[in-house]
Antibody, heavy 120, light 112 residues
Framework: EEQVEESGGGLVKPGGSLRLSCAAS????????MTWVRQAPGKGLEWVGRVKSKANGGTIDYATPVKGRFTISRDDSKNTLYLQMNSLKIEDTAVYFC???????????WGQGTMVTVSS | DVVMTQSPLSLPVTLGQPASISCRSSQSLADSDGNTYLNWFQQRPGQSPRRLIY???NRDSGVPDRFSGSGSGTDFTLKISRVEAEDVGVYYC?????????FGGGTKVEIK
Protein backbone atom coordinates (compact mmCIF):
# COMPACT_ATOMS: atom_id res chain seq x y z
CA GLU A 1 0.00 0.00 0.00
CA GLU A 2 1.32 3.41 -0.97
CA GLN A 3 1.69 5.64 2.08
CA VAL A 4 3.09 9.02 3.02
CA GLU A 5 3.52 10.48 6.49
CA GLU A 6 4.25 14.13 7.14
CA SER A 7 6.07 15.45 10.21
CA GLY A 8 7.89 18.50 11.49
CA GLY A 9 5.02 20.94 11.95
CA GLY A 10 4.74 23.27 14.93
CA LEU A 11 4.46 26.83 16.19
CA VAL A 12 6.89 29.36 14.78
CA LYS A 13 7.14 33.16 14.93
CA PRO A 14 6.74 35.33 11.83
CA GLY A 15 10.06 35.49 10.01
CA GLY A 16 11.11 32.12 11.39
CA SER A 17 11.95 28.85 9.67
CA LEU A 18 10.72 25.28 9.79
CA ARG A 19 11.53 22.09 7.90
CA LEU A 20 8.86 19.55 7.12
CA SER A 21 9.55 15.94 6.23
CA CYS A 22 7.49 13.37 4.38
CA ALA A 23 8.34 9.68 4.71
CA ALA A 24 7.12 7.55 1.82
CA SER A 25 6.58 3.81 1.61
CA UNK A 26 4.91 1.21 -0.58
CA UNK A 27 6.09 2.63 -3.89
CA UNK A 28 9.33 3.37 -5.72
CA UNK A 29 10.03 6.81 -4.30
CA UNK A 30 12.88 7.60 -6.67
CA UNK A 31 10.51 7.31 -9.65
CA UNK A 32 7.78 9.46 -8.10
CA UNK A 33 7.02 13.11 -8.66
CA MET A 34 6.35 14.49 -5.19
CA THR A 35 4.04 17.35 -4.28
CA TRP A 36 3.29 19.59 -1.30
CA VAL A 37 -0.26 20.90 -0.82
CA ARG A 38 -1.49 23.05 2.05
CA GLN A 39 -4.82 23.97 3.57
CA ALA A 40 -5.29 27.01 5.81
CA PRO A 41 -7.83 26.55 8.63
CA GLY A 42 -11.34 26.49 7.17
CA LYS A 43 -10.03 27.22 3.67
CA GLY A 44 -9.49 25.33 0.43
CA LEU A 45 -6.58 23.37 -0.96
CA GLU A 46 -3.53 25.25 -2.22
CA TRP A 47 -0.76 23.70 -4.30
CA VAL A 48 2.63 24.59 -2.81
CA GLY A 49 5.13 22.94 -5.11
CA ARG A 50 6.42 19.82 -6.78
CA VAL A 51 9.68 18.05 -7.49
CA LYS A 52 9.96 15.69 -10.43
CA SER A 53 11.94 12.48 -10.32
CA LYS A 54 15.63 12.66 -11.18
CA ALA A 55 14.88 10.61 -14.28
CA ASN A 56 12.61 13.45 -15.39
CA GLY A 57 15.21 16.08 -14.62
CA GLY A 58 14.40 16.70 -10.96
CA THR A 59 12.71 19.98 -11.88
CA ILE A 60 11.18 21.87 -8.96
CA ASP A 61 8.24 24.26 -9.32
CA TYR A 62 6.69 26.50 -6.69
CA ALA A 63 3.45 28.36 -6.16
CA THR A 64 3.75 32.10 -6.50
CA PRO A 65 3.11 32.91 -2.78
CA VAL A 66 6.01 30.72 -1.61
CA LYS A 67 8.56 31.19 -4.37
CA GLY A 68 11.87 32.42 -2.99
CA ARG A 69 10.95 31.45 0.60
CA PHE A 70 10.26 27.72 0.42
CA THR A 71 12.61 25.02 -0.88
CA ILE A 72 11.57 21.50 -1.82
CA SER A 73 14.15 18.73 -1.80
CA ARG A 74 14.21 14.96 -1.82
CA ASP A 75 16.49 12.22 -0.54
CA ASP A 76 15.82 9.15 -2.64
CA SER A 77 18.13 7.05 -0.46
CA LYS A 78 15.82 7.73 2.51
CA ASN A 79 12.51 7.78 0.62
CA THR A 80 11.93 11.21 2.12
CA LEU A 81 10.65 14.53 0.80
CA TYR A 82 11.41 17.83 2.51
CA LEU A 83 9.96 21.31 2.60
CA GLN A 84 12.25 24.00 4.00
CA MET A 85 10.18 27.03 4.88
CA ASN A 86 11.95 30.35 5.56
CA SER A 87 10.71 33.88 6.19
CA LEU A 88 7.41 32.45 7.37
CA LYS A 89 4.34 34.65 7.34
CA ILE A 90 1.09 34.42 9.28
CA GLU A 91 -0.66 33.46 6.06
CA ASP A 92 1.52 30.33 5.81
CA THR A 93 -0.45 28.87 8.72
CA ALA A 94 -1.95 25.66 7.37
CA VAL A 95 -1.98 21.90 7.39
CA TYR A 96 0.72 20.76 4.98
CA PHE A 97 0.18 17.55 3.01
CA CYS A 98 2.64 15.68 0.87
CA UNK A 99 1.55 13.43 -1.95
CA UNK A 100 2.69 12.20 -5.32
CA UNK A 101 1.88 13.41 -8.83
CA UNK A 102 -1.65 14.84 -8.66
CA UNK A 103 -2.13 14.26 -12.40
CA UNK A 104 -0.47 10.84 -12.63
CA UNK A 105 -2.03 7.56 -13.60
CA UNK A 106 -1.76 6.19 -10.06
CA UNK A 107 -4.05 7.54 -7.35
CA UNK A 108 -1.94 9.82 -5.15
CA UNK A 109 -1.71 8.78 -1.48
CA TRP A 110 -2.39 11.34 1.24
CA GLY A 111 -1.25 11.46 4.83
CA GLN A 112 -2.93 13.22 7.73
CA GLY A 113 -0.82 16.30 7.15
CA THR A 114 1.26 18.30 9.62
CA MET A 115 0.07 21.58 11.11
CA VAL A 116 2.20 24.69 10.83
CA THR A 117 1.16 27.70 12.89
CA VAL A 118 2.88 31.03 12.34
CA SER A 119 2.07 33.38 15.18
CA SER A 120 3.79 35.84 17.50
CA ASP B 1 -1.21 31.81 -12.90
CA VAL B 2 -4.24 29.91 -14.21
CA VAL B 3 -7.36 30.77 -12.21
CA MET B 4 -9.81 27.94 -11.57
CA THR B 5 -13.37 29.10 -10.85
CA GLN B 6 -15.88 26.63 -9.41
CA SER B 7 -19.62 27.03 -9.11
CA PRO B 8 -21.72 26.83 -7.14
CA LEU B 9 -19.98 27.54 -3.86
CA SER B 10 -22.52 25.45 -2.00
CA LEU B 11 -24.76 22.69 -3.37
CA PRO B 12 -27.63 21.34 -1.24
CA VAL B 13 -28.86 18.10 -2.77
CA THR B 14 -31.63 15.64 -1.97
CA LEU B 15 -30.47 12.05 -1.45
CA GLY B 16 -30.80 10.06 -4.63
CA GLN B 17 -30.90 13.16 -6.83
CA PRO B 18 -28.17 14.22 -9.28
CA ALA B 19 -25.61 16.94 -8.63
CA SER B 20 -23.39 18.89 -10.98
CA ILE B 21 -20.34 21.06 -10.26
CA SER B 22 -18.82 23.42 -12.81
CA CYS B 23 -15.14 24.32 -13.08
CA ARG B 24 -13.81 26.97 -15.47
CA SER B 25 -10.19 27.78 -16.14
CA SER B 26 -8.77 31.12 -17.25
CA GLN B 27 -6.77 29.38 -20.00
CA SER B 28 -7.26 26.24 -22.04
CA LEU B 29 -6.03 23.16 -20.19
CA ALA B 30 -5.25 21.24 -23.37
CA ASP B 31 -1.56 20.37 -23.21
CA SER B 32 0.78 20.14 -26.18
CA ASP B 33 1.17 16.44 -25.41
CA GLY B 34 -2.49 15.88 -26.26
CA ASN B 35 -3.68 15.47 -22.69
CA THR B 36 -5.90 17.74 -20.64
CA TYR B 37 -4.76 17.72 -17.02
CA LEU B 38 -7.93 18.50 -15.13
CA ASN B 39 -8.49 16.55 -11.93
CA TRP B 40 -11.25 16.38 -9.32
CA PHE B 41 -10.74 15.82 -5.59
CA GLN B 42 -13.15 15.04 -2.77
CA GLN B 43 -12.54 16.03 0.83
CA ARG B 44 -14.99 14.58 3.32
CA PRO B 45 -15.39 16.38 6.67
CA GLY B 46 -12.35 15.84 8.87
CA GLN B 47 -10.50 13.80 6.25
CA SER B 48 -7.59 14.30 3.89
CA PRO B 49 -8.38 14.88 0.22
CA ARG B 50 -8.85 12.03 -2.20
CA ARG B 51 -8.60 12.17 -5.99
CA LEU B 52 -11.72 11.01 -7.81
CA ILE B 53 -11.05 11.86 -11.45
CA TYR B 54 -7.88 12.52 -13.44
CA UNK B 55 -7.42 13.88 -16.96
CA UNK B 56 -11.01 15.11 -17.18
CA UNK B 57 -12.89 11.82 -17.16
CA ASN B 58 -10.83 8.94 -15.75
CA ARG B 59 -12.07 7.57 -12.44
CA ASP B 60 -9.55 6.47 -9.86
CA SER B 61 -9.70 2.90 -8.57
CA GLY B 62 -12.54 2.35 -6.15
CA VAL B 63 -14.44 5.49 -7.12
CA PRO B 64 -18.13 4.68 -7.61
CA ASP B 65 -19.39 4.96 -11.17
CA ARG B 66 -22.01 7.49 -10.08
CA PHE B 67 -19.14 10.01 -10.34
CA SER B 68 -18.28 11.21 -13.83
CA GLY B 69 -16.18 13.98 -15.29
CA SER B 70 -16.47 15.72 -18.61
CA GLY B 71 -15.40 18.83 -20.47
CA SER B 72 -12.68 20.29 -22.60
CA GLY B 73 -10.69 23.47 -23.10
CA THR B 74 -11.74 25.74 -20.28
CA ASP B 75 -15.08 24.25 -19.17
CA PHE B 76 -15.37 21.13 -17.05
CA THR B 77 -18.06 19.38 -15.03
CA LEU B 78 -18.20 16.82 -12.25
CA LYS B 79 -21.49 14.98 -12.03
CA ILE B 80 -22.86 12.71 -9.33
CA SER B 81 -25.72 10.72 -10.82
CA ARG B 82 -27.43 9.92 -7.51
CA VAL B 83 -26.09 11.57 -4.38
CA GLU B 84 -25.52 9.36 -1.36
CA ALA B 85 -24.90 10.40 2.23
CA GLU B 86 -21.19 9.53 1.97
CA ASP B 87 -20.77 12.10 -0.83
CA VAL B 88 -21.06 15.00 1.61
CA GLY B 89 -17.93 17.10 1.55
CA VAL B 90 -16.02 19.65 -0.49
CA TYR B 91 -15.06 19.02 -4.10
CA TYR B 92 -12.11 20.70 -5.79
CA CYS B 93 -11.00 20.85 -9.39
CA UNK B 94 -7.30 21.23 -10.09
CA UNK B 95 -5.35 21.94 -13.25
CA UNK B 96 -2.02 20.27 -13.90
CA UNK B 97 -1.30 21.64 -17.37
CA UNK B 98 0.24 25.03 -16.64
CA UNK B 99 2.76 25.77 -13.92
CA UNK B 100 2.17 26.67 -11.17
CA UNK B 101 -0.60 24.13 -10.67
CA UNK B 102 -3.76 25.57 -9.19
CA PHE B 103 -6.93 24.43 -7.42
CA GLY B 104 -10.43 25.77 -7.64
CA GLY B 105 -11.96 27.30 -4.53
CA GLY B 106 -14.12 24.29 -3.77
CA THR B 107 -17.81 23.38 -3.82
CA LYS B 108 -19.48 22.18 -0.64
CA VAL B 109 -21.99 19.40 -1.21
CA GLU B 110 -24.52 18.93 1.56
CA ILE B 111 -27.76 17.01 1.99
CA LYS B 112 -30.99 19.01 2.06
Amino acid sequence: EEQVEESGGGLVKPGGSLRLSCAASGFTFSNAWMTWVRQAPGKGLEWVGRVKSKANGGTIDYATPVKGRFTISRDDSKNTLYLQMNSLKIEDTAVYFCTTDLSGLREPPWGQGTMVTVSS
Amino acid sequence: DVVMTQSPLSLPVTLGQPASISCRSSQSLADSDGNTYLNWFQQRPGQSPRRLIYKVSNRDSGVPDRFSGSGSGTDFTLKISRVEAEDVGVYYCMQGTHGPLTFGGGTKVEIK
